[in-house]
């Protein structure tokens, strides 16, 4: 799991994004299409138009990281809107990373005995 700091927001990049963009480009997109600071310590989240990969921009105030996040079957839970930025929590992030639907997570074990 990315480190996500105490006051970094998470931001997803709604709508499909080129993922054969590198961390400029995408820096450049964050700037000049969503009007945002890079650089400012926040995470931005983006997905490809299969839905299957995921890449998360964040300057960490030393240097930008790029991660990326590819799942074997499934494909990420993706906002409907097709243009801007939403923000989501750093446990929505988790679940968004684990190929979970973080807008209404279900948990699927529950123990039925105690011993």
Known sequence: MIP??????VWIATGKTD????MSSLAMQIQQGFGRNPHAGDLYVFR?????LLK????????????AKRLERGRFTWPAT???VISISAGQLGFLLEGID???PQYTFRPELAG
């Open 48 to 52: 490809g138009r299969r839905g299957d």
């Open 82 to 84: 097709s243009d801007g």
């Open 19 to 22: 993922m054969r963009k590198g």
């Open 102 to 104: 973080w807008r209404n």
């Open 4 to 9: 996500v700091p105490g006051g970094a927001r």
């Open 56 to 67: 998360i921009l964040w300057h960490d105030g030393l240097g930008m990281s790029l991660y």
